[in-house]
């Protein structure tokens, strides 16, 4: 036990010298540093909700990064909002003689009818989302009981005998192999 109490900084880094890097532009991971990581969802006391990272909190005076009037969609921007300022993996390349090819990536995965943005947006973050347990969590927990009751029956329905994990396969299961796909 030390022999004198010392007050918590609020921050490892003396203030001068992260004003000093403010100076300077921040690299492209910067976003990703700012909303990525894990988010939690807080009762406030006045019936909203504030979104916080996983080590903030209002008891320690900490800013939410958001206040919201509900949960679900408290729930829904700490599934979201890691996502947003990833890297993109898919994207399209519209002037393909054959229509345009979907790229994952970097490789191609399939072709498109049309080159449009906002499913490019919609699948970036939907590979997002399948690369995050915490976010994966937080979306099911916003989508409440009835949604997962049906969620449940409809993939009972598509894999009705699932065969039974084996003592080795009860952890982190490795990724399934991809097979090629000629387009």
Same mark, same amino acid.
């Given at each position: 036990m030390p /022999?004198?109490?010392? =007050?918590t900084p609020a921050n490892a880094f003396d203030p001068a010298y992260l004003d000093q890097l403010?100076?300077? /532009? /921040? =690299?492209v991971?910067? #976003?990703?540093?700012?909303t990525g990581g894990f988010w939690r969802v807080v009762p406030l006391d006045d019936e909203?909700? #504030?979104?916080y990272r996983l080590w903030e909190s209002p008891e320690d005076g /900490?800013?939410?990064? #958001?206040?919201?009037t509900d949960r679900d969609t408290a729930l829904l921007a700490a599934?979201?909002?890691p996502l947003v300022d990833r890297a993109r993996n898919f994207s399209v390349d519209p002037e393909d003689a054959g229509g345009p090819v979907l790229y994952r990536d970097g490789r191609a995965v399939g072709r498109i009818r049309h080159g449009n943005p906002e499913l490019m947006e919609a699948l970036n973050l939907a590979d997002g989302l399948a690369r995050s347990p915490a976010s994966i969590a937080s979306f099911l927990e916003a989508a409440g009981a009835a949604a997962l009751e049906l969620a449940g029956k409809i993939l009972?329905?598509?894999? =009705?005998? =699932?065969r039974p994990l084996s003592q080795g396969e009860r952890g982190v299961r490795g990724r399934r192999g991809e097979g090629e796909l000629a387009i």
């Open positions: /022999d004198h109490e010392y =007050p403010a100076q300077h /532009d /921040d =690299p991971t910067a #976003g990703e540093a700012v909203r909700y #504030g979104l /900490d800013e939410p990064f #958001g206040v919201l599934a979201f909002l009972v329905r598509r894999n =009705p005998h =699932p």
